[in-house]
């Protein structure tokens, strides 16, 4: 068996389920949530099904995070079990934190949603196209309207130096040599590109004179505690990174990016948690930590035109940052991302806002994975968790039991 790591803790888990159970009257479970003893067999029984080595989730309920553990493996070699501090490769989760950052640059007046992304650029620009690149702005950018190519990337193996990013988004050689150019016309469709994502981290350079992963830490990270989070290297989360595998135990090699907007954010659940219960708390005036103001955040949350979309969720659209589902039978809005970087890391995002005059109501869970197989295990999880909070009709649950 794969996920032995935890054995040691199995006594120090039953004794934190007790705790739980006295907190509860007898037989009674809190409705509408799932209950960390659920979900402690379940993973376990997915991860063996799947082959995947190490999981961690977070759970937020009632606008709180209310849950963090790690399954599995974080290391193998070095025999270290994955916990709640233990740090994943976010993948394109990167994309909605992202968001966040040129949000910021917005509410201070250094960006504009609406206006033409050129005239912030100095460093590079995009290349001539048959369409007009004053069409591409950075809501476009972020709602994956802008026209633009490149779709991800496979990052750099460790002996391998990053490109520059002017490099990188003229020929991208961790995306077969695709630069980043206007292939259709901006703001007719919703075409993915994590190229948009490149350009924006350009633009935040651009106008703020730092570099992005700074910026990132001091205007998102650092006010929502984020301790175990960064965009790109950081020696504090040395000792703390998990390691990704394919299902035959093979370990991947470990690798980094020039396009950090885009796909280079490390974190754990929890800190992706706490960074998505600080959108919904702005998004609801309720202030918080982000300091956003309620209607920038609103837009994260609010379809944008032209983003219909399958990617995850048949039916979906798109905000800035976030992918929309509109669940039927008026059960309200999921605000979604996933996240992979090949082969070996999956993850999601999943956000069910919500308030009332009595408080938050919003609900959430978070899943990282470092196994080949993750996206279909983060799938299953993701099936089980609407299910608890009693979200029906989910087509891509429809006879899939985890």
Known sequence: MLHHAHCSRLLL???CWLWLFC???PGMAREGFLEPEELEITMFRLMDKWQVHGVAVALIDSGEVVWEEGY???DMDAWLPALPDTVFQAASISKAVSAAVALRLVQDGLLDLDEPVSGYLTRWQLPESEFDPDGVTLRRILSHTAGL???GYMGFLPDHPAQTLEDSLTSATDADDRGVAVI??????????????????????EVTGRAFAQVASDLVLN???????????????HGHQARSYTADNRDVPQRHFTALAAAGLWATAGDLARFAVALAENAAGEGGQLELRPELVQEIFSPQPGTESDLFFAGSRWGLGLGLLDLPDGQGLLAFHPGTNPPAWHSLLAILPGSTSEGSQTRGFIILTNGEHGGELVHDAMCLWMEAVGVQGITECVGRRP
């Open 13 to 15: 888990l039953g004794l």
């Open 23 to 25: 907190l509860a009257a």
């Open 72 to 74: 599995g493996w974080a």
């Open 149 to 151: 190519s490149v779709p």
């Open 184 to 205: 259709l016309p901006p703001g007719e469709q919703w075409v993915y590109s994590g190229g948009g994502y490149t350009l924006m981290q350009l633009m935040v350079e």
């Open 223 to 237: 006010p929502l505690k984020m301790k175990r989070s960064s965009f790109g290297d950081d020696s504090r989360l």
